[in-house]
Structure formats: C-alpha cells, structure tokens
C-alpha cells in the first residue's frame, strides 16, 4: 500500500466557501483482491446488496467522465484550485480501479451486468455532442449527488453494518474522498462561469440538477430490479421493499432530500458544510482496525 498524498495549497482565490486548509489525500488503498465476495454481501440482504451494487457499476465510466469534465476547464484556474483539479483526478482515478475490481467480484458471484452497464453507455452517449460547460454542470450535480451519499455512509454507520469487511472498507474509503473533493467540480463551474450573471448560473446548474435527478433515480432503480430480478426476487412485494430500504430502513434516500434541496438555495456552496470531522473519525476507524488485524496473534500449527 503506497503512503497517502497530500495536496496542501496556497490560500484560496475568490472563493469563500472552500475551507482554506482543506488537504486533499491521495489514499492509494485496494480492496478484496484476495477474498471472494459473498452474492449477497450486505449482511446475506439482497436488497441492500443490490442497492450498492447497482450503485458501484456506474462508477467506473462515470468518474472517467467527472475527469474529463473538469479537466476541460483546468486552463488557467487559480494555484490552489488547479493543485485540487490534479488530486481529484488522481482519487477519482483510484476510485475507478477499485469499482472495476469490486464490480468484477459482483460477476463473479453471479450477476449479469451488462444490462446496467449499457445504461451507462447511453447516458454518457448523449454529453457527447453537449457543450462542454453542460457536462461541467452534470458533474457539479453527481459529485453533489455523490458527497451527500457519502456524508449519509460515515455519518450513519448503520448504512454498511453488516458488511462484508472488505466491501465495507471499500464504500468508506470511497465515501472519504467524494467528502473531501466535494467543491472542486463546483468551483471549477464558477471559474468557468465567472462572467455570467448569478440568475444564470443558478438556472442553469438548478435545470441540470433537475434532469440529472430524474435519470440518475430512473437508472438506479432499472439497474437494482434487474439485479434482484436475477436472484429470482419480482413482483409488487419486491419494489416495496426497496422502496422502504431507500426511504424507510435505513432510508439512505430519505436522508439525502434535505441535503440534495440545499442545492438549489441562493449562495449554495458544497462547503457551507463542513463534515471534514467525519473524514477524520472513519480515518481513525480505518487505522484501528489495520492495528487490530496486524497485532492478531499467528496460528501456530499443532505438532
């Protein structure tokens, strides 16, 4: 494991939201390359499995486009934002790698995802002939999208309690870093939008909030039927269900609404709040547990 990479940079430049010393790090980690994952790896639930799971397949091909979407406007940023821009990219390309690998363990035990992935494809099929600064404005609102998860992840350790250990970690680890770059897709939309109007800017970012709430809840829900449908699970009984696990018990859904409506008041900011403590306690979790496991006596064999 390659020792984490701090981004530490100069003072902000006209921003006010961004914490100034907020260091972004680069955790180089990997995940349950050498266990094979249950089917159903949340606590034997193959509704909440499916939940992640369905989440986890559009990651890979979604953070390339995130990459890509900020790193058209890089040119010309100020120092520290610019400093942010590169260690995004290195954290959502460690991301990348880790999905790939934990998605390939879902197939593995199973599951066909092709159907889910092709999903992906059409939805990134239609920014390609999109002006750049739209799909900037579609990454602002999933990396939004993606910081509230994440808040809802370390927050609530409900969430992933009974995880398989591996996939726990993973999700958490995950979950750290969309925290902590949560503002540089929005403050690269501001400095690309410098000379609009501020009724243009919030129009613009609140519509393509709007579109990319529908298609990304409509795909999310496609992709979990298709899955639980795959483990024989149908019918009227099965949707509610998953409707009462996003939005009862644990009801992830339910808790984002507050935090995904923040997104549309005037003068909205990602860092308005700051939940970098939460970073900090799953951090402490995380090297607890290593310390734990290291100092785990070795089985000595009977003679």
Known sequence: MNAPQSFSTPAPIDRQHTPADLELVIRDRRFGRNEKQRRWWMGGDPIGTAFYNALSVTFPKGEAFFIESVKAFREGTPERLSHEIRAFVKQEINHTREHVAFNRRVVEAGYDVRALEEHVDQALALTKDKPKIANLASTMALEH????????LLANPRHLGTADAESRDLWRWHAMEEIEHKGVAFDTWNFATKDWSRWQRWKVKSLVMLIVTKNFLHHRAIGMLELLRQDGLTGPKVWAQLFWYAFGNPGMARKIILPWFSYFLPGFHPWKHDDRHLIQLAESD???????KAAEPALVPAE
């Open 286 to 292: 995380y090297q607890d547990a290593v310390m734990a």
């Open 145 to 152: 999208f993606t910081a509230i998860l994440a808040q809802q």
